[in-house]
């Protein structure tokens, strides 16, 4: 049996530490000897690992430990706007904007041509209301929040009617119901699954009804005998009963995605001029930019939002404003966004373009972890909840044998590389792999 007394003593080994302590600090490269030291004692090991093995095990301790948990990867997924990958990957001129707001005071909420105290939104209003003909807009911190607080403001201790069919569930089981319960409005619900009729609004509006509420069914489709009610003609019976109409369009574009041979969704635009009072919808979506929720509408609506207290509790920080202000800025040109936003420029790439790629990877993926690997056809998603009957035609690698241990394998590098497994293969879909290089990179020589 291996004599423990053997073993170095903690500050002998930390006599040999000096990088490791100037990367880590003397307290963690201490506490990290220490746990080794009592992991060799516990389990015994004959013979006894020296000085220079049990730093070995400790230095590579401390890297994993020191290594963000929030990693970048590279997604081949298949699906653009990943929720669980992050969504919308930011332009460089938000990102540049983001980390200008980080690196030195802002401008946030202080005027400089007066002065005076300044309001954060701002920087926002006049952008979104110049892009959308909107009279007046707010932000929150994301389309949920942005739902609840028009919800809390407008429909507080009142129903808010809404149809049957579009009460959606979005990610991690958060139910358009619960928002209504947490806003402190009742739920009134009309129609059917599948149809309801402006009669159906018509008919449940009494004394108690704060607001109709059109939600725009973004994360699914139902479709053969169907009905439902136009937003402008929700609007006109809103108008006539002198209530407030909410639209809210969940992912939210500001232009025609067919102009890119995109299947379109309905622009925040049009829900404005088809006669809405107030239109939400989120920032990192299909929109392109960091997670945020927008408000926008008639101004006194706004005016009211704003002087909720839940509005503090909700608002956005100086680093994601102006990370959005350099989003909506590039859509004062749309000749060029395609080029400039990275949401746009993945969903629009050919497939003839992707197979190509796929082409050119193919043996070297191949030659790179020693399996096989074979060009596909693949039909990529839009993703968070946006067209989701529609997808994009794509080209990728199938990787076989053993796709969970490639799988595996491939999550544990550096950069990490997340596909999907399907057919007993684990697919690499290319589509939001702009350059070769990326994977290259990120595979083992």
């Known amino acids: 049996m291996s004599d423990l007394r053997a073993l ?15 990367a880590h600090g003397r307290s963690v490269v201490t506490e990290a000897i220490r746990a080794e030291l009592a992991t060799i004692r516990t389990s015994r090991p004959d013979p006894l690992p020296d000085s220079q093995r049990i730093l070995g095990t400790v230095t590579a301790s ?13 997604n081949l997924t298949g699906t653009v706007l990943h929720t669980n990958l992050g969504r919308a990957i930011l332009a460089d001129t938000a ?26 939104d701002s920087h926002l209003r006049g952008l979104l209301c110049e892009l959308t003909g909107a009279e007046d807009a707010t932000v929150v911190n994301n389309n949920a929040a942005a739902v609840l607080i028009a919800l809390n403001t407008l429909a507080r201790g009142r129903e808010a009617i809404v149809s049957r069919g579009e009460l959606i569930e979005i990610g991690g089981a958060f139910r358009m119901p619960a928002i209504m319960e947490q806003a402190g409005c009742r739920l009134r619900e ?43 003609e929700l609007a006109g019976i809103a108008r006539q009963a002198a ?17 890119w041979g995109i299947s379109p969704e309905p622009t925040v635009a049009a829900a404005i ?90 043996p070297l993926v191949a030659a790179r972890l020693g399996c096989r690997v074979q060009v596909i056809a693949c039909a990529s998603q839009i993703g968070s909840g946006a067209l989701p009957t529609e997808t994009l035609a794509s080209a990728g690698l199938a990787l076989t044998p053993s796709p969970d241990g490639l ?13 999907r497994i399907h057919d007993g293969a684990l697919i690499l879909d290319l589509r939001c792999l702009p350059e070769d290089k990326a994977l290259l990179d990120a595979l083992p020589v």
Not at 63 to 71: C, G, I, K, M, V
Not at 244 to 251: A, F, K
Request: hydrophobic share 40%; net charge positive; aromatic share 4%.
């Open 8 to 22: 170095p003593s903690v500050d002998r080994l930390l006599a040999d530490c000096d990088a490791l302590i100037r």
């Open 62 to 74: 401390l890297q994993d430990a020191a290594l963000s948990r929030l990693r970048p990867v590279l």
């Open 95 to 120: 990102v540049e904007a983001a980390t200008a707001a980080m690196r030195a005071p802002a401008a946030l909420e202080f005027e400089l041509d007066s002065g005076g105290r300044g309001e954060r």
């Open 190 to 232: 009309v129609g059917t699954t599948n149809r309801t009729h402006a009669r159906d609004y018509r008919e449940a509006i009494g004394p108690d009804t704060g607001l109709l509420m059109k939600v725009h069914t973004s994360n699914y489709r139902i479709e053969g005998f169907t009905s439902q009610v136009p937003a402008p």
């Open 243 to 259: 209530l407030p109409m909410l639209n809210d369009l969940g992912s939210g574009t500001l232009v025609d995605l067919s102009r």
């Open 273 to 362: 001029a088809e006669g809405a009072d107030v239109v939400t919808f989120s920032g990192d979506k299909l929109l392109g930019g960091p997670q945020a929720g927008f408000i926008l509408g008639r101004r006194e609506i706004i005016a009211a939002i704003n002087r909720n207290p839940l509005k503090r509790a909700l608002r956005m920080d100086k680093i994601r404003i102006a990370a959005t202000e350099a989003t909506l800025r590039l859509y004062r040109d749309p000749d060029r966004l395609a080029e400039r936003l990275p949401t746009l420029r993945l969903l629009s790439r050919s497939e003839a373009e992707i197979r190509a790629q796929a082409e050119r990877l193919a």
């Open 407 to 419: 799988a595996e394998r491939l999550r544990r590098l550096a950069v990490p590389i997340i596909g």
